[in-house]
């Protein structure tokens, strides 16, 4: 990803970042955010561990692109700000692989975009079964963990090369 931060994920699997925006997340605005190697966003810095959402044990606000443990050893995590026009951060998660098994891998973006609260998510070589979706929980969810858009929980073959999702927020 050209013009890209790469981020090294410590012991604790997350790492902050200041936002160089404001985001809104559920109508809360968030000038930070942790990467996580779930394959997630949280913006509460809360951590937890995705079972389905909504969920009170997950992080929260969060946006969930994979909701699994991923190694990284091999992969990488790479921050990118669209400079040009100052109006969109990309977070990618480059070749991670599932904790769980072998074999089982994909690369997928996380896409927020300034002022709007719209947040695309993005997939590309996605291989194996469990990376298609078998164990991923795909959503976002609000702060109190009792609020959630959900686009997949734990279902084979929802997640494909290029899929790509798009969470709009819906105004009062």
């Not at 290029?162 to 819906?170: E, H």
Request: glycine share 12%; net charge negative.
């Amino acid at each position: 990803m050209p013009g890209a931060t790469r981020i090294l994920m410590g012991p604790s699997r997350t790492m902050e970042l200041a936002l160089p925006f404001a985001f809104d997340v559920y109508g809360a605005s968030f000038s930070s955010m942790w990467v996580d190697a779930q394959g997630l966003l949280d913006f509460g810095g809360r951590g937890g561990t995705i079972s389905s959402l909504p969920s009170l044990t997950a992080p929260r606000p969060a946006i969930v692109a994979f909701g699994w443990p991923l190694r990284l050893a091999n992969a990488r995590v790479c921050m990118t700000n669209a400079t040009t026009t100052g109006s969109r951060v990309t977070v990618e998660f480059l070749d991670a692989e599932l904790d769980l098994t072998s074999g089982n891998a994909l690369t997928f973006e996380i896409v927020l975009t300034q002022g709007t609260g719209v947040v695309d998510l993005l997939y590309r070589d996605v291989e194996g079964s469990f990376a298609s979706g078998l164990y991923a929980t795909v959503g976002i969810q609000d702060a109190t963990g009792t609020v959630a858009t959900v686009y997949a929980h734990r279902v084979g073959g929802t997640i494909y090369d290029g899929l790509g999702l798009r969470f709009t927020p819906v105004r009062p």
